[in-house]
């Protein structure tokens, strides 16, 4: 019996395992031996490439695809039309399938509208990746990157509040009251 939601105008390849609670929606193809976690969405027009994992609670978007080497952990957001790359230096008449980089998206990490993701990166958790920018290197947990190539403006809590530290290194998040800790450029959340 299937526990996940398809619509007939997707196609599921065999060798998939996909969350019970999942939800596939128009015209989108999930390819061979891919896992999908329970309870996430995969917008329309989605493409998801042979051996690709999702965690739980995903959320695709619109016009994505999420190329072999991606892996995304739980509760990741990947915005309408955002990108993946899998190959440092493409070229139509060269194969490098055996050249493709892998690509973290950390628990909780969200992607804007246009970003792109230049493969062989990993993107930390809860980081906030803007619309259109282009990432080119690691991001660190809670970052708020953006531009054009993608740089640090700020950092942002798990609910995607801006956070502000104080001359102890210490920020609220003013959604939820929780207290993070900015320690040698890294932030953490308050024990």
Not at 34 to 61: H, M
Not at 129 to 134: E, F, K, L, Q, W
Not at 170 to 180: M, N, Q
């Amino acid at each position: 019996m299937q526990d996940y939601f398809k619509h007939e105008s997707a196609y599921v390849d065999e060798g998939c395992i996909i969350g019970k609670g999942t939800k596939i929606w128009h015209f989108s193809h999930i390819m061979q031996d891919c896992k999908i976690g329970e309870n996430c969405n995969i917008g329309q027009n989605v493409v998801v490439s042979p051996g690709v994992t999702l965690g739980n609670g995903c959320k695709v978007q619109n016009n994505v695809s999420v190329y072999s080497g991606v892996k995304c952990e739980d509760d990741v957001f990947l915005g309408p039309s955002m990108v993946f790359t899998n190959v440092i230096n493409p070229r139509a008449n060269v194969s490098r399938k055996h050249e493709f980089r892998d690509t973290i998206i950390c628990r909780g990490a969200s992607i804007g509208a246009n970003a792109t993701i230049v493969c062989g990166h990993t993107i930390g958790s809860y980081a906030l990746i803007g619309a259109g920018s282009v990432v080119t290197k690691d991001v660190p947990p809670y970052a708020l990157m953006v531009g054009n190539p993608a740089r640090r403006i700020g950092w942002v809590s798990r609910y995607g509040c801006k956070l502000v530290f104080d001359e102890n290194g210490v920020a609220v998040c003013p959604e939820t009251k929780e207290k993070y800790q900015l320690v040698n450029g890294q932030v953490k959340l308050a024990e």
